[in-house]
């Protein structure tokens, strides 16, 4: 596995082939500097594998099915830069020279954010060099081959994702892979120690869908059980089914 170990206390994980087991009190990017190249198999969310390569030292693209999710992580970090359809406080489309100011920064380590439909742009504006000058991450990508059917740019960054030089895959809900090219990667686990059981909260509501989530929303402004644990921990999670 293609990483550094940064932290000497060997009691916070263990290595055993292609897997890697780290303390619970500890995020991935306080026991390793960067992610392998592979396939990654994320056995626990939240245990930090996007922010373990936002900090990591070299250039990175991170490639994530929406919008949301590349907002909000780039928001956490300010060195990275969002690049996606306007969203939150960003209102207008980020043109070509803003993403080239970015890169001709003084910023060491440039750190781009993408939603997977604009990919093909940001590689065009950055050139055929990109391949070789960043490493490229695709996170969820369980997601990227469930949603490929209405969202082909999903596919495309798979394509583009075998021209890099180095690069992963991760997800936490591994599936079974059409494309025998990803299925050939290596296949690196990463995981906690110990298994932590998440409590579910049952809200019993209505046969309507809609009705339901008005009913969520009405909930969380009277401040009620059910988005506590939410307010307090960004990995749980409301299933509305």
Sequence with gaps: MTFN????????????????????????????????????????TGIGATTCELTSPRNSIIVVPTRALAYSKALSHSDSFYLGSPYGNIKSKINDEEIRIYLSSDIEFKKFLVVADSLPRLIKVIGDDVYKDFFIMIDEIDSFQSEVGYRPKMELSIEYFFRFK????????????????????????????????????????????????????????????????????????????
């Design 5 to 44: 170990i940064i932290n000497t206390n060997k009691h916070l994980y263990t290595i055993n082939g292609n897997e890697l087991i780290i303390d619970n009190s500890k995020k991935l990017g306080e026991v390793i500097d960067r992610l392998p190249s592979g396939l990654i198999d994320k056995r626990a």
């Design 166 to 241: 180095e690069g992963c895959l991760v997800s936490a809900t591994l599936i079974d892979f059409s494309d025998p090219k990803v299925n050939a990667l290596p296949r690196i686990t990463i995981d906690y120690m110990v298994k932590v059981k998440k409590e579910l909260n049952i809200f019993y509501g209505s046969r309507q869908t809609v009705k339901t989530v008005s009913e969520l929303i009405k909930d969380y402004f009277l401040k009620r059980q059910y988005w506590t644990a939410c307010k307090s921990d960004s990995n749980s999670k409301l299933l509305v089914a």
